[in-house]
């Protein structure tokens, strides 16, 4: 062991010396680099590039400590748009616009323009795949009947930059309203790979997008524009085909058993959608079996809600009254679903995932029927129950608005 | 200071002891031998020494025959009263109306056994035995006519007393701490295992300074190839002076370099006293209240006395911070470096934009604040213990808040690293052991290079390197790392890295003894004959 | 002053499981049958455990004799010795593959503009460092480094569960490909690495203290490793889908990278990096050990410690030049997976074994 000691010190201050001299590569200071939040893509003309923006935030203006610059003056962030034919070089291009080196790794939205959207997306998102900075798990959204570069360039209230705005009401409205869904890359990834294909929530800009850019935005309230989520994006062979609003997308949601929560309106006798029902818990099961050689989708959903509000008297101690409200819902549904399921079925549209329940569990079946799958699925007949039920009341029981008189 | 010494079979004898028989055997070092003429004797011993103003000569005479002779002592390292009533007096009052006038040769012996009413006599015969024992507090009392000298035990003098110790603090203990004679810290430790198990060796190390160093065990649960380990050592010292025991340590530990200490340094008698029970040896340095103990493995530098006092599940909890405010103390600031400039994607957004607008206004990379901070904590902590205590409080605030507020505030440093620095600073005080601390401190701060030059890949590779740079050591022959508590296997209680893990006890295991109470003081039922004298235990010595 | 070298059971075990983790718990193992990976290993493990018992058989019917001593004794020196360097060979290219691979995955995953020398130079100079300190320090380090990698890995699993990405059928269909891929997946592919590595083992298990628990202290690993690595990659597959574990370098990395929970614990990748230094360090380190004390065996060498500087800095450079760019080492891997690695795990220890059988039958002194 003596032996060791000098020629270890040796070794190790040779090393030492290497790396003073050549320094250190991979190190960065976090004044030289512009952290990114959003990017967004389109198409730039006919030219067959890429236009890439690129959302960079102004850190002092968002942080928690406001006493360091920035202040309240300060716009929270910038667009920088370069274009190129792969997103990686569009990337390094903006080096000649950016005052600092970008920095993608907190980068969570990824906002795809319309008009792209419409041609293909399937080949956007190996960057994602190869890149160590890149996240999987950004969310993906379609600016629905706009370019991404304008939609990203709308500055939002309280603080936030557009992208996390953007991806903050995703999140939530996804979960709690259920008119969009919340899909990252990998879930696009995962469907593209497969033989499904992706379904991708809208954002819309309401108001006008240019007069969106100045700070003069932020100071009224509401403000003159402002971006919402607006529908679910089903594609076909990649290429955006339809658009489902409403409770079609919200029947969509349910059959790809991304359900969270949301509320139900049902009808009170003659007044129609006086009963406000809070889905709380939603769970679908799809099963795949084969009936004459062709798939026969069967479609089980199981939800839970509460009665939350209502306009009519309701007795809910009544226990058939229970019961009819319970069948409202469970209609109410699958109508929905069914919508849904339609919608999708026109365009060829496999969504939900069916095609990836026929692999794992009719592998046989599957291999004969998988390179003609979306004509398959247009015609699958789907068999959907639901099964609802409702727990509680809320605090009271029985309403206090008294029936009208006769 | 002499001790009597059992025989032991194996025992080597030690540099520079002092029995009898090793009196005989050995030469005067080219000193002449010891002249029977008193004048010479004393003439001879004042030149020696210097002609210092601090040794004191007695002449008297002895007996009806007016033998002439002299009491050599040091004034201030001697108790006056025992050399005036128990030498002088006994010599010259008491001797001499007992001894017959015919009785002329060997008086010596006759005053030895018959007058000297002194505990502990020794007779001298070579200059440099009677020099050390003045040195060392004794009376040596020459008689004309008699190549050989006597030295009568009278060490005394102004010692500080037992008062709790300064360093390491306990809050339900003892509160008795060591002093810097080896006499006074040896009885503390006697006081609390009265099993006649215990063993005690005492060695000389120090040309000069000659000091007394004594290793005290227990025997049966010792390890023999330890203590043997460590007698050859202790021996084998070739060394000019010893004035406290860092330089002990480092003198017999196993490893030169090395960050860490392989011995334990305590201030208290009870955790010399524990540690003993579980079978480790303690060494007593003379003239330092910070005693060792050996072997030691890594664990045990966090546990402290109080986990002794504990209940075992309090203790368990209170060992799991302490090793996170280990890891804190070490990794903190190079964590922070790493996360910073190398892999800024680990952090959380919402505190990076913070962080990144933090470091908007600081002109220097992490790596240089992160050293300018760390710099100016260890110069603080510094200061801080040279302090005179009335200034000592407000130095510490105006340093920690003031300097660090007022630097984030130019622009100096941000807020982010003071928190850290913060953090690890009082991190590292909460390490039991003060030697720990301080190889922390060491250690952090290549930590932070690495961490500068290669971010967490740095960090892992140094930490394997440090690891098994601990895996290596050993202590006296037990290995350095290990993760039950080291030493014996019947220790009191299962641990896994120290924290306990049954509530019981194991069966207690007592040294083999030759009869009486176990080691430890068990509540055994005590024989009706054993001298329990309350009042004798808690009187002063 | 040299102290007894002599290792414990619990000290074998866990450098024996951190062996087996190194790189397999990273990498996508098992190329081919992809979702069925986790099935793969199970399937590979009893084959492991038979092959772990001849070597303990060798131990015992040689003790404190390594592989070259008794390979020289069985075949006679002639053969045996040249047999023997050969190994030498072996253990240092298969040690340089791991530093290799470890260095293109580090820099593929956090380290990009940094030159893959100096990752690989830091790794082997902690590994050099680390023969010098001798054998015991080596597997002291491994129980520590064994209850830190556990650490991570119950951490790991326990972020994932919680953050809800785990879907079971993803693992659906089993054995969607058929019986042939999976078992075919599992002999030789798995079987060789990393099960049949342990061939580094029979370098080591002269030291172990209690020489009757060699046998049932190995087993116990072989079965806790395939477990373990069995549970990381069916939770691999169940989170992100057979087909991108497929396609995935780094799987395990782009697992983690998923995970997010209560949204402050996300971005666990340095634990997995951690992970992957850890398993490699200590793969590589006993592979180096193995060349180390071959070499010492067949050179005679006094002062053991001084093989560590050669061996690691050969190791050093035949990373380098091993392969100008990723595919080509995958493909090169290839070639070791199913020519190289059979050779020197198997074949050689099964003839090696009958031809001891023989002698001892038919009375020839062993």
Known sequence: MNACRKPIAAAMLLLLSIVVLTGCWNSNELSDMAIVVGIGVDKDGDSGKYRVSMQIVNPSTVAANKSSGGGQNAIPNIVYSSVDHTLFSAFRKTSQKAPRRLFFAHSQMFVIGEPLAREGINGLFDLFERSRELRLTSSVVIARGMKAEDLLNILTPMQTTTATSIKDKLEVTSEVWAQNVDTDVTD????????????????????????????????????????????????????????????AARGAVWAMNKMKSTTVNLDCGNEKQAIAIEVIRSSTRTRVHMRNGKPVLTMHIKEEGNLTETNCPLDPSNRELIVKLQNQLAEATKKEVETAIKAAQSKKSDIFGFSTEMERTQPKAWKQLEKSWPDVFAETEVEINVEAYIRRT????????????? | MMFYRKAQRNRKPSYQSHTDAANAASDNGGKPPISAG???????????????????????????????????????ITDKDMVNEYILKSLMIEAGEAMNPDEKPDILAYLKANALTIGEVHLLKDWDCIILSVLSGDTVIFLDGSPEAISGNTKGGEQRTITEPSTQVVIRGPKDGFTESIGTNVSLVRRRIKSSSVRLEPFKIGQTTKTNVAVMYIQGKAEDHVVQLLRERLSGIQIEALTGSELLEELIQDQKKSPFSTLINTERPDTVANHLLDGRIAIFVDGTPFNLIAPTTFLMNFLST??????????????????????????????????????????????????????????????????????????????????????????????????????????????????????????????????????????????????????????????????????????????????????????????????????????????????????????????ASAPSNLLNESGSS | MTKKQAISPTQLFSMMILFEFGTALVLPIGLGSGANAWLSILLAMPGAMILYVLFTYFEKQFPSMILSGYTQKIIGVYLGWPVSFLYILFFIYISARNLREAGDLLISASYDQTPIAVVQAIMITAVIYVLCKGINAFFRLGEIYFLIIVSIGILSHAAILASGTLDLRNLLPVMGKGWMT?????????????????VCFTTVLPYLKQKQLSK???????????????????????????????????????????????????????????????????????????????????????????????????????????????????????????????????????????????????????
């Open chain 3, 216 to 366: 049932k202290t190995g087993l116990l690993a072989i079965l806790a490793s395939s477990l373990m690595l069995s549970l990381t990659h069916a939770m691999e597959v169940a989170v992100v889908g057979g087909d991108v574990y497929s396609r995935a370098t780094f799987p395990l990395f782009t697992v983690i990278t998923i995970v997010d929970v209560a949204e402050f614990m996300q971005r666990l990748d340095s634990f997995v990096i951690l992970a992957l230094i850890i398993g490699v360090f200590f793969k590589m380190t006993v592979y180096a050990f193995a060349a180390a004390s071959v070499a010492n065996d067949l050179f005679r060498f006094k002062e053991h410690s001084l093989i560590a500087y050669p061996v690691g800095i050969i190791i050093f450079l035949v990373s380098i030049i091993l392969a100008w760019s990723v595919p080509e080492h995958n493909a090169e891997g290839f070639t070791v997976l199913y020519v190289v690695l059979p050779v020197f795990c198997l074949i050689i220890p099964v003839l090696l074994f009958i031809v001891h059988l023989f002698r001892k039958r038919f009375g020839h002194s062993t």
């Open chain 2, 306 to 527: 109080e986990d002794y006092y504990t209940r075992p599940e309090a203790v368990a909890a209170i060992i799991i911070v302490r090793y996170a405010a280990l890891i804190i103390s070490l990794f903190a600031p190079s964590i922070y470096i790493a996360a910073i400039t190398f892999h800024q994607e680990m952090i959380p957004t919402p505190l990076l934009l913070s962080l990144a607008s933090q470091r908007e206004s600081v002109p220097f990379p992490a790596f240089i604040e992160a050293l300018i901070m760390e710099f100016t904590f260890e110069i603080l902590r510094e200061a801080g213990i040279r302090m005179p205590r009335a200034i000592g409080q407000a130095v510490s605030i105006v340093g920690a808040l003031v300097l660090g507020q007022a630097a984030v505030e130019a622009g100096i440093i941000s807020s982010a690293m003071v928190i850290v620095v913060a953090i690890t600073g009082i991190s590292s005080f909460a390490n039991p052991s003060y030697n720990m601390a301080l190889s922390i401190r060491l250690i952090r701060f290549f930590l932070m290079v690495a961490a500068a030059l290669f971010g967490f890949y740095g960090i892992a590779i140094f930490s394997i390197i440090l690891i098994s740079h601990m895996c290596s050591l050993s202590s006296f022959g037990v290995p350095y790392m290990t993760i039950k508590t080291p030493s014996v296997p019947e220790a009191e209680r299962k641990t896994l890295f120290g924290i306990p893990l049954t509530k019981e006890k194991t069966k207690p295991q007592p040294a083999p003894d030759s009869g009486g109470s176990g080691a430890g003081g068990n509540d055994q039922a005590q024989p």
């Open chain 1, 394 to 406: 809320g605090l009271r029981i029985k309403s206090y608005i008294k029936p009208e008189k006769e």
């Open chain 3, 182 to 198: 999976t078992l075919k997946n599992a002999y030789p592919n798995i079987f060789m690495f990393p099960f049949g590595e342990l």
């Open chain 2, 38 to 76: 008193l004048a010479d004797n004393l003439a001879y011993l004042r030149q020696e020494l210097g002609d210092s103003p601090d040794m004191i000569v007695r002449t008297f005479e002895i007996g009806g025959n007016r033998i002439p002779a002299g009491a050599v002592y040091m004034d201030g």
């Open chain 1, 188 to 247: 696009i990834i995962k469907k593209v790979s497969g033989s499904g294909e992706p379904a991708i929530s809208g954002a819309k800009a309401v108001g006008n997008p240019i007069a969106g850019r100045k700070k003069a935005n932020l100071e009224e309230t509401p403000p003159q524009t402002n971006i919402e989520t607006k529908g679910i994006a089903i594609f076909a062979q990649g290429k955006l085909a339809a658009w489902l609003d409403g409770k």
